[in-house]
């Protein structure tokens, strides 16, 4: 998986790696130096750590920038470590192999797994572990169990494990901490927005709502539209901050909430409802529109009640109002005469998303919307 970009929260890590890195280059130097006459090949010792050298330079180069820390870089270093550590089985003996370390040293092999621990976590790290720990064995031609004698096993898999746990959580933590700065921008915004719509359109919002009941008559719908309005844009103004829709979820619920008034009743279970932000905002369009026809065509002093339940698998909205009804066919009249409103408005919508949107009424009965949204099962919410 590739991790890079100008942000990345594990760019401290990759720089330490590199210090290491040098680090052990340096004790290979030595080691090199050191056996390199007990070599059953000196020349092709010396031509190894050549390539170690260079190999080290390249990969740490490619490491500080951000556009160098992908797949193909790290298992490129794991092969490469893990083909010089055998090569020591060409330009050594069988009894120096037995007494030594491989080629060229195990210090500077764990390199390759902090590599693949901070691009990947901690799975693949031990993997990366597991092979380095494999080829020395290969050198060595016997599995030594004696841990207590043989901690480069410990410390390899010790080392591929942890760094790349902590690499996982330095990236929650830094996904967390940008939600976080999202979200105080977004409460900002909304306050900075709040205080002009108090001064300008929630006043002239209460002025009609006040106005229209003194007058009463035809104008006092008009003042009930007002005062439902404005108090949904006091709830808007006043609720947290929903997640947008860039891979995140919102909670359906709190949507849903600030759609209550005086004629419109929200019942939500008492924690978050989540789906896919697309899709919850879709669904609460959907709920938008049949509330709309509601308030236009279910009569005067009609009462709509909003139920929301989460299925599991499953959300399920019902809009439903104690109004007029509608006569049979009246919907499909409407379609056939070219207004789709509720065709592509309530029920293409919902039926985009997957789901199914079902209408009952008669006249008399008042209307009913059930809205049903499937949940995919990777979407981040509770199992039931």
């Known amino acids: 998986m590739n991790r890079r970009g100008p942000d990345d929260a594990v760019a401290p890590l990759w720089r330490a790696a590199q210090a290491y890195r ?48 992908d797949v193909g870089w790290v298992i490129a270093e794991l092969v490469l470590t893990c083909a010089l550590m055998l090569s020591t089985l060409l330009i050594a003996s069988e009894q120096w192999r ?50 207590g004698r043989n901690a480069a096993v410990v410390i390899l898999l ?6 790349g746990m902590g690499a996982v959580t330095a990236r929650r933590a830094s996904a967390r901490l940008a939600e976080a700065t999202r979200l105080a921008a977004a409460t900002d915004e909304r306050e900075r927005l709040s205080r002009h719509v108090h001064d300008g359109v929630l006043q002239v ?14 104008t006092e719908d008009l003042a009930y539209l007002a005062a439902d309005q404005e108090r949904v844009l006091r709830s808007l103004l006043s609720a947290p901050g929903v997640p947008d829709s860039t891979g995140t979820t919102s909670d359906v619920a709190t949507m849903l909430r ?51 339940e989460d299925l599991g698998e499953s959300v399920v909205v019902s809009v439903r109002d104690d109004g007029v009804g509608i006569a049979p066919g009246r919907v499909a009249a409407a379609a ?17 998303l997957g789901g199914r949107a079902v209408l009952d009424s008669a006249p008399g009965a008042g209307t009913e919307w059930e809205l049903t949204v499937p949940r995919p099962a990777h979407d981040g919410t509770r199992d039931r």
């Open 205 to 218: 919002l209460a002025l009609i709502a006040r106005r229209g009941r003194e007058i009463g008559g035809p």
């Open 258 to 308: 600030t759609r209550e008034s005086d004629r419109v009743t929200v019942s939500t279970p008492g924690q978050p409802v989540t789906l896919d932000s697309v899709v919850a905002a879709e669904l609460s369009a959907a709920v938008d529109n049949a509330l709309d026809n509601a308030a236009r065509h279910a009569g005067p002093g009609a009462r709509v009640f909003v139920l929301l």
């Open 336 to 352: 056939a005469s070219g207004r789709l409103g509720i065709a592509q408005s309530i029920v293409g919508r919902v039926e985009s």
């Open 158 to 163: 010790a080392v591929g494990v942890i760094i």
């Open 98 to 147: 037995a007494d030594n370390q491989s080629l060229p040293t195990t210090l500077w092999a764990t390199n390759a797994v902090i590599s693949v621990a901070i691009l990947t976590g901690p799975v693949f790290g031990g993997v990366a572990a597991a092979a380095v720990i494999v080829s020395s064995t290969v050198v060595k031609g016997f599995v030594n169990i004696d841990l």
């Open 22 to 69: 040098l680090l052990t280059v340096v004790y290979a130097l030595g080691f090199q130096i050191a056996v390199n006459g007990d070599l059953a090949h000196p020349a092709f010792g010396a031509a190894v750590f050549a390539v170690v050298a260079v190999s080290s330079g390249v990969f740490a180069a490619v490491y500080l920038l951000d556009n160098g820390r």
